[in-house]
């Protein structure tokens, strides 16, 4: 089965502080796995995905398949990182790769 | 910038009543999704569709729902007869191949009373 967790429901650190947000999976083959971003009153956009292991806006995930994990970090955090995040696998039968998605997890930058 | 455009924003009826979901994907995607999101909960797929055809359709997407390309730019999703659990927020997305990133429309709010 292809399960994606996202344990924190809301998250909320001071601006400058280091964030975490954390993401989990299940699937029995090689998952893509996506971190999506959804602005105040904007609509899911693609923040980072992990084959393309690259930094957007500072944030950084890192695939661990002997945890299951994917992570999604940033060092420093801005008060514009306010937003509704979310962890998503992609799978599903070969040329129609559907996203499972986790639950989101709000995170608040407090100034 | 092209974008994935949906109508209507919100959409009220009436429990029992059939609604129509539109969205106009970006115009050289090939690969089309439904994905739902009921208050408070995950975001859910329902149905990918490519080459005029459903290429794969979750549990939910049941005899009640059903998704057309009229005219190759609109992608449509009908739910034949509302009930009140189909309240939730709609979303399209769009692709170019399926490894690519999906691109996701602003969504349509359904509310069944």
């Known amino acids: 089965a292809q399960r994606v967790t996202q344990p924190e429901k809301l998250l909320s650190v001071f601006k400058g502080a280091p964030v975490e947000l954390k993401c989990n999976y299940s699937?029995?083959?090689?998952?893509?796995l996506f971190w999506y971003v959804q602005y105040s009153r904007q609509r899911l956009q693609l923040l980072l995905r992990?084959?393309s292991r690259e930094s957007i806006k500072g944030f950084t995930a890192d695939l661990n398949k002997g945890e299951t994990s994917f992570h999604l970090k940033k060092p420093f955090a801005q008060e514009e990182d306010s937003a509704m995040y979310y962890c998503?696998?992609?799978?599903?039968?070969?040329?129609?790769?559907?996203?499972?998605f986790g639950q989101g997890t709000r995170l608040t930058i407090n100034p | 910038e092209p974008e994935v455009t949906q109508t209507p924003s919100h959409q009220v009826t009436q429990m029992g009543q059939e609604v129509i979901l539109r969205c106009v994907p970006i115009?050289?995607?090939?690969?089309f999704y439904w994905y739902r999101q009921i208050l408070g909960q995950k975001v859910e797929f329902l149905v990918s569709?490519?080459?005029?055809?459903?290429?794969?359709k979750s549990e939910i997407f049941d005899d009640q729902f059903s998704v057309e390309r009229p005219d190759g730019s609109n992608f449509t999703l009908k739910i034949r007869s509302t009930k009140l659990e189909d309240s939730a927020m709609y979303f399209c997305?769009?692709?170019?191949?399926?490894?690519?990133?999906?691109?996701f429309g602003p969504g349509t709010r359904l509310t069944v009373l």
């Open positions: 699937y029995s083959g090689s998952p893509e």
């Open positions: 115009s050289n995607h090939l690969y």
């Open positions: 569709f490519y080459n005029n055809e459903i290429s794969e």
């Open positions: 997305a769009s692709t170019l191949d399926s490894y690519n990133e999906q691109f």
């Open positions: 992990h084959i």
């Open positions: 998503a696998l992609s799978g599903g039968i070969q040329g129609a790769q559907k996203l499972v």
